[in-house]
Nanobody
């Protein structure tokens, strides 16, 4: 069973920075993508950022563009989320998500490929005003 270990959350003042880290516990799988979601108090979980593992292309939610940067360490199956210019509205539980390929490469052209998702336990980010 794949486990995701998230670290780096904490309390920071508005305008400050934090760096989140998410590491997968094993490498016996093929990663499709890896990224972060967040859940703010009273809100539904929302997408923050992700990175396509095959080519390194990153995707961001509009409200995070220019402030958050997602990077990876391929060999360590790890992603980092650098969060700058934090705002009180960024206060949330941040969850790491890993999507892995389920189908072997030779049958993906026929099946379109299927994915399995794994979630971390979350790390709290609190931004004070």
């Amino acid at each position: 069973q794949v486990q995701l270990k998230e670290t780096g959350g904490g309390l920071v003042q508005a305008g400050g920075s934090l760096r989140l880290k998410c590491a997968a516990s094993e490498s016996t799988f093929e990663i499709y993508d890896m990224g972060w979601y967040r859940q703010r108090p009273g809100k539904e979980r929302e997408f923050v950022a992700s990175i396509d593992w095959s080519n390194g292309i990153t995707h961001y939610a509009d409200s995070m563009k220019g402030r958050f940067t997602l990077s990876r360490d391929n060999a360590a199956n790890t992603v980092y989320l650098q969060m700058n210019s934090l705002k009180p509205e960024d206060t949330a539980m941040y969850y790491c998500k890993l999507n892995v390929e389920v189908d072997p490469p030779h049958i993906r052209p026929m099946t379109g490929g299927s994915k399995r998702a794994y979630w971390g336990q979350g790390t709290q980010v609190t931004v004070s005003s």
